[in-house]
């Protein structure tokens, strides 16, 4: 079993910069592919980053690449997402996910086991 802990998240104004981190309680974190999803008000959740059980494999969501970074650090069991030059459609409530069973991340929402209550961030106009 696995619990994870979203926290960072809050409001921005566009063009700023927020990061949000996911606490894992995994004993083998190392072993888990993990990733950022997001849902909008009225919207499905949707892919936004994944990293690899190493960190040297990452993927974004076109929405997202270039401003956003995923990372990890495996000794404090911490995934983490930067994100820069926000903007309004941003907006949502972001999840931190992870799987064990997973050799590749994967922007597949149905492949990761373990989730996290969510963090909202807010990205004003």
């Known amino acids: 079993q696995v619990h994870l802990e979203e926290s960072g998240g809050g409001l921005v104004q566009a063009g700023g910069s927020l990061g949000v981190s996911c606490a894992a309680s995994a004993r083998r974190f190392r072993n888990y592919a993990m990733a950022w999803f997001r849902q909008a008000p009225g919207k499905e959740r949707e892919f936004v980053a994944a990293?690899?059980?190493?960190?040297?494999?990452?993927f974004y969501a076109a929405s997202v690449k270039g401003r956003f970074t995923i990372s990890r650090d495996n000794a404090k069991n911490t995934l983490t997402l930067q994100m820069n030059s926000l903007k309004p459609e941003d907006t949502a409530i972001y999840y931190c996910?992870?799987?064990?069973?997973?050799?590749?991340?994967?922007?597949?929402?149905?492949?990761?086991?373990?989730w996290g209550q969510g963090t909202q961030v807010t990205v004003s106009s």
């Open positions: 990293i690899g059980w190493s960190g040297d494999s990452t």
């Open positions: 996910a992870a799987d064990e069973s997973l050799v590749a991340p994967s922007a597949r929402e149905t492949e990761y086991e373990y």
